[in-house]
């Protein structure tokens, strides 16, 4: 079992939607949690850290549930510039980072 | 301020041939990190330096790997005879290593081929 598993997708949204990605991670061991945003052929670049109460930014929320290791983010009002891969990402305490292997979003005009 | 560096940003090289990957940290981050990301892959990660101490290898996939950071600053990581399961792309990170801080800041990459 992967340590950080996404759905990969691609998930087309029409602009203006809402979507949502889900993570979940095996490690309950696991310190601080964070989403990276990956445009194509570009490095990772942080999104947002992830709080155990929930934090936003913006038109984007994420959430964190301990108790079944479950890591979201949601994102309104999608525009075009949105488009690129969204890695859940993990510190498990050994101090590199845990990437899933993302999932990729194309918003449509 | 100057971001993560690396260099070069594109290498070719034939199977069986040494290569070195160069990262420049950003200035003040004692961490430095080595991953890389297969095509259609998460990252994967390699070895992590934090100042002087011993660096974490426990992602180095063989023998054929190696990195060093001199003088706590510049990276290079090298592949010894390059096998085309080596093409990826390495990425090389740097954090503050604070508490509260460890926001890992990517460089470009350096785009590996092997033919």
């Known amino acids: 079992r992967k340590e950080v598993e996404q759905d990969p997708g691609p998930f087309n949204v029409p602009e203006g939607a809402t979507v949502a990605f889900n993570c979940t991670y095996s490690?309950?061991?696991?310190?601080?949690f964070f989403w990276y945003r990956q445009d194509c052929r570009k490095e990772p670049k942080l999104l947002m850290s992830v709080y155990s109460s929930g934090n936003e930014d913006g038109r984007f929320t994420a959430q964190l549930n301990r108790a079944s290791q479950y890591i979201s983010l949601l994102i309104r009002d999608s525009k075009l510039s949105d488009s690129a891969t969204y890695l859940c990402v993990v510190n498990t305490g050994r101090r590199a980072l845990t990437f899933g292997s993302g999932t990729r979003l194309q918003v449509q005009p | 301020g100057a971001g993560v560096s690396q260099s070069p940003s594109n290498k070719v090289t034939e199977k069986g041939k040494d290569v070195e990957l160069r990262c420049d940290p950003i200035s003040g981050h004692t961490a430095l990190y080595w991953y890389r990301q297969s095509l259609g892959q998460g990252l994967e990660f390699l070895i992590y330096?934090?100042?002087?101490?011993?660096?974490?290898k426990s992602g180095l996939p063989s023998d054929r790997f190696s990195a060093e950071r001199t003088g706590g600053s510049v990276s290079t990581l090298t592949i010894q005879r390059t096998q085309q399961e080596d093409s990826a792309v390495y990425l090389c990170a740097s954090s503050l290593e604070v508490i509260g801080a460890d926001t890992q800041y990517f460089g470009p990459g350096t785009r590996l081929t092997v033919l």
């Open positions: 330096f934090q100042g002087n101490s011993a660096p974490d």
């Open positions: 490690n309950s061991a696991s310190q601080s």
